[in-house]
């Protein structure tokens, strides 16, 4: 919503529903589900994140196939796992949305000892890996040290619960993406 409103988008739909997973870790709340219900509609970008859940609830992280994605069957992803769960929503996604620009944001460092929150290195190494194989460009919060900076210099003001951003925090956060979906937006 900060980004419609600051940016004057024409309209935008945030179709994200909390607790969603990439993986099947928390069975049918996926993120996939979101795009699924969301099918048919035409969009120009399409934002994707996610992870975090997975990393919370320490769903193997899994491995990227080794294919390309015209090779990549659908039958041979592990959904169990946070790669295999990734490579198939950025599959459905390419799918049902052929002429929007997708992108995917990596979540910044999450300093907890829930779950893997606190190591979420491999979980990030696939999400780079998985995303450049898809031609899937991604924000990435995780190394990002002037945003790090910025935002987790003072968690008290920026988190709520030192995982889940706050109100000045989603601030934050939406200028990044913001000039992230404008370095991206295809140029006419």
């Known amino acids: 919503g900060r980004i419609h409103e600051q940016y ?7 179709a994200g529903v909390d607790g969603a997973s990439v993986s099947n870790c928390r069975d ?17 970008f399409v934002v994707l ?4 859940n997975d990393a919370w609830d320490v769903a193997p992280v899994g491995a990227m196939v080794e294919a390309t994605p015209e090779e990549t069957k659908i039958s041979d992803l592990d959904l169990s796992t946070f790669a295999g ?9 390419k799918q049902y949305y052929p002429d929007a620009t997708i992108c995917y944001i990596i979540n910044f460092r999450i300093y907890s000892s829930i779950g893997s929150l606190g190591k979420m ?10 995303c450049d ?13 002037t945003f790090e900076r910025e935002f987790l210099n003072d968690t008290s003001k920026n988190l ?29």
């Not at 004057?8 to 945030?14: A, D, G, I, P």
Request: hydrophobic content about 30%.
């Open 49 to 52: 994140h996610g992870g975090v």
């Open 85 to 93: 769960g990734l490579e198939n929503l950025l599959y459905y996604t």
């Open 121 to 130: 290195e491999e979980y990030v190494e696939q999400t780079r890996k998985i």
């Open 133 to 145: 194989k898809w031609g899937v460009p991604y924000l990435d919060l995780y190394d990002n040290k």
């Open 160 to 188: 709520a619960d030192k995982i889940h951003p706050n109100s000045k925090g989603y601030d934050i956060l939406a200028r990044y993406i913001a000039q992230f979906m404008a370095d991206i937006c295809p140029k006419d």
């Open 28 to 44: 049918e709340n996926i993120v996939l589900r979101q795009v699924n219900n969301n099918k048919g509609t035409k969009y120009d």
């Open 8 to 14: 004057k988008l024409s309209s935008y739909k945030n």
